[in-house]
């Protein structure tokens, strides 16, 4: 405990004291003024309840002058006199408010100053210059929070944070593990088992940066506003960079059929990946894509494409989540729609620097002719193929539906709407 925490303890147990005291006293009127009328059980009782009232008065007292003496023993040590008043330890939430208020702070200084506060929190380049201010962990935590309500697909990769911008792990591929030999003969050699695939994966954390341009009356406005201007920007920006990098690693996967009718569906279903991948696999497609797998009907008229029984928001193939991206992020190629599937979170690994900087200035770039700020943001990470059989990517243009009556795809008369 520090100084102030054992200044509350010794308050508290001396509390505790008056309260006990309080509490016998009390007693002991009781007992002098019905003591003649009770019975021996009930005298009986009395008498042990005054006895514990006074054992917990003296414990209590004890208590209290050992925290006493512990506190004035802390004082010595430190060298505090009796003159000097005990401060008042801050909450959580002063803290984080006193954090917010210093970035905002700081932000203004830069921008008036050109230069970041000595005891301002920062980065630095790999060539040792400054790179700007880092963001406090609630702000950290807040951007966080709203880069989930956007079409993240972060929740659908591993995600390890890391600590320094290079390194390398060792895996075992999901996909390439293999049952134990079933012996039926009791007196049967157990044979050896099948050598792990292990691979190593190599990550070096590349840095993502951007320019932002803020009216200086927004610079000058309340803390709440820049923040709130601060976190949505961020979050937007971040998704979109994210959402990039994974996809270009998702654009690696090695197998890439075509499909042409709704069998192939359920054949990209079943029969590409290993089987204790597809419990946890899901879809990603774009959203034109997605449009025409949702007019897919099979033999009975159903749709391919089914909502989930308990939030009819969520989208499912065979009980499959399915994740819909923008085209202008997952675009069509040449004239065909993606769809990739499989356990993502085995297959891509994003390892997270967690070092977002900001800096500005209200000089350079164009700002000063516009009394304008530019804040400049970078965020840290990188994202690997960790396992390439853990999903398969396909493709499409028209699906044909099932004709109704037959569950043969090769006799078909509807298609899909592109």
Do not use: C
Not at 45 to 53: D, G, H, L, P, S
Not at 91 to 115: A, C, P, Q, W, Y
Not at 173 to 201: C, H, M, Q, R, T
């Amino acid at each position: 405990m520090d100084i102030n925490q054992l200044h509350d303890d010794w308050v508290a147990k001396g509390n505790r004291v008056t309260d006990l005291l309080e509490k016998k006293i009390a007693l002991n009127e009781k007992y002098n003024a019905t003591f003649e009328n009770l019975n021996d059980e009930e005298k009986e009782n009395f008498k042990n309840e005054m006895k514990k009232a006074s054992q917990d008065y003296k414990d209590a007292i004890a208590a209290r002058d050992f925290a006493k003496e512990t506190f004035e023993d802390a004082q010595a040590t430190e060298k505090v006199t009796n003159k000097k008043p005990i401060q008042k330890v801050k909450s959580k939430e002063e803290k984080i408010k006193d954090e917010n208020h210093k970035l905002v702070s700081n932000i203004r200084n830069m921008v008036t100053t050109g230069k970041i506060p000595k005891d301002a929190e920062t980065t630095t380049d790999p060539d040792g210059s400054n790179a700007g201010l880092t963001i406090p962990e609630d702000v950290q935590t807040k951007i966080n929070k709203f880069i989930r309500q956007f079409a993240s697909l972060e929740n659908l990769v591993s995600v390890e944070n890391v600590s320094i911008p290079s390194g390398s792990r060792i895996y075992e591929k999901l996909s390439e593990i293999k049952p134990l030999a079933n012996l039926d003969n009791e007196a049967g050699k157990i044979p050896d088992n099948d050598d792990p695939s292990l691979v190593k994966i190599i990550y070096n954390i590349h840095r993502y940066a951007g320019i932002s341009t803020a009216t200086n009356t927004l610079i000058a406005d309340s803390d709440e506003n820049i923040l709130s201007w601060l976190i949505d920007w961020v979050s937007r920006k971040d998704v979109i960079t994210r959402n990039k990098a994974i996809l270009d690693v998702m654009g690696k996967a090695p197998a890439k059929p075509t499909i042409t009718n709704f069998d192939d569906i359920k054949d990209l279903e079943n029969n590409t990946l290993d089987p204790l991948i597809i419990a946890t696999s899901s879809y990603v497609t774009n959203q034109s894509g997605f449009n025409v797998l949702s007019k897919m009907k099979d033999a009975d008229g159903r749709y391919l494409i089914q909502p989930n029984v308990t939030n009819p928001e969520i989208k499912e193939i065979g009980g499959h989540l399915v994740t819909v991206i923008s085209d202008r992020f997952l675009p069509n190629i040449n004239g065909s729609h993606p769809l990739y599937f499989g356990d993502l979170k085995q297959a891509i690994k994003l390892y997270n620097r967690q070092e977002m900087s900001v800096m500005s200035t209200n000089v350079g770039g164009g700002a000063f002719e516009t009394d304008t700020t530019k804040i400049r943001f970078i965020d840290r990470f990188d994202v690997e193929l960790i396992d390439d059989g853990a999903f398969a990517a396909a493709s499409f243009k028209d699906i044909n539906d099932v004709k109704p009556g037959t569950a043969n795809t090769d006799n078909t008369t509807t298609k899909a709407a592109k």
